[in-house]
């Protein structure tokens, strides 16, 4: 059973090394607050179950993440992506051991002149493992929204499944969103498959708010946080409270 008590890692303290190395050895929850330009890797030993959460909050950086699975290890990874400008977030799943489980869930929220990409893989090494890549975006503002990945089950990994989905709503014409999940299968009697949506924002949802009183900016800000808000299931209290602020903030246009 995963400890109730989130261990807070501010990534900043490694920002003069650029890069760090985490090995999780027991069940726990984990919060790394994200660092601009920086090199991650998470190895998490054999039979631990865990709870790996991410915040980013930095201008123009990039952000490299390592995630290796031992064998008949299971991990829920949460990331929320509040960066502001450009931000490039490249993260590899290795699903090493058998029996390894992987369950990735991304919010991102893109406004003005942000350019953002990430880039979400999974590979498969070994049989019976298990990974889910589950990507949500809103992109408003002039601003660009990127959701790229890879599943790959390699030769040699039967009886593993993988999927990706990756949406993203657009708020208006300037902006744009690309979604892009790709499959690759090497092995036979396995179970696959891959779901990209990128589309405007729902008429009859906002109708139905502003026909209700609120304005069209306060219509806006309640269906993004509604579509952003799985999310906060990978956050404490404290980060629920400020992710929700930031996702109201960024839709009012104002920094936090």
Same mark, same amino acid.
């Given at each position: 059973?995963? !400890?109730?008590?989130?261990?807070?890692?501010?990534?900043?303290?490694?920002?003069?090394? $650029?890069?760090?190395?985490?090995?999780? *050895? #027991? #069940?726990? $929850?984990?919060?790394?607050?994200? !660092?601009?330009?920086?090199?991650?890797? &998470? #190895? %998490?030993?054999? @039979?631990?179950?865990?709870l790996i959460s991410?915040?980013?909050? @930095? +201008?123009?950086?990039?952000? $490299?993440?390592?995630?290796n699975l031992a064998k008949d290890t299971q991990i829920e990874a949460f990331c929320a992506d509040f960066a502001f400008e450009t931000f490039k977030n490249n993260v590899s799943i290795n699903l090493l051991g058998e029996g390894a489980i992987c369950n990735w869930h991304l919010a991102s929220l893109s406004q003005k002149a942000d350019n953002k990409s990430h880039s979400i893989s999974a590979t498969h090494y070994a049989a019976k493992t298990t990974a889910r890549i589950d990507n949500?975006? %809103?992109? *408003? +503002? +002039?601003?660009?929204?990127?959701?790229?990945? %890879?599943?790959?089950?390699?030769?040699?990994?039967? $009886?593993? *499944?993988?999927?990706? #989905?990756? *949406? &993203?709503m657009v708020f208006d014409e300037e902006s744009i969103g690309t979604a892009k999940p790709i499959l690759k299968i090497d092995d036979n009697d396995v179970v696959a498959n891959h779901a990209a949506v990128v589309g405007k924002i729902n008429e009859e949802h906002l109708f139905y708010l502003t026909s209700r009183g609120? !304005?069209?900016?306060?219509?806006?800000?309640?269906?993004?946080?509604?579509?952003?808000?799985?999310?906060l299931a990978g956050f404490d209290d404290n980060h629920q409270k400020q992710i929700m602020d930031l996702i109201e903030g960024r839709m009012n246009n104002v920094r936090y």
């Open positions: 059973m995963i !400890c109730q008590d989130f261990r807070i890692v501010n990534l900043n303290e490694f920002s003069d090394k $650029k890069s760090a190395s985490f090995d999780i *050895k #027991n #069940n726990e $929850k984990l919060l790394f607050i994200g !660092c601009k330009d920086f090199n991650l890797t &998470i #190895n %998490v030993l054999e @039979n631990v179950s865990a991410m915040l980013f909050l @930095n +201008d123009d950086s990039s952000f $490299k993440l390592t995630i949500y975006g %809103v992109a *408003k +503002d +002039d601003s660009h929204l990127t959701f790229l990945g %890879v599943s790959h089950i390699k030769d040699g990994s039967a $009886k593993s *499944k993988t999927s990706q #989905n990756a *949406k &993203i609120l !304005c069209e900016d306060s219509a806006k800000a309640l269906i993004t946080l509604g579509y952003l808000k799985p999310i």
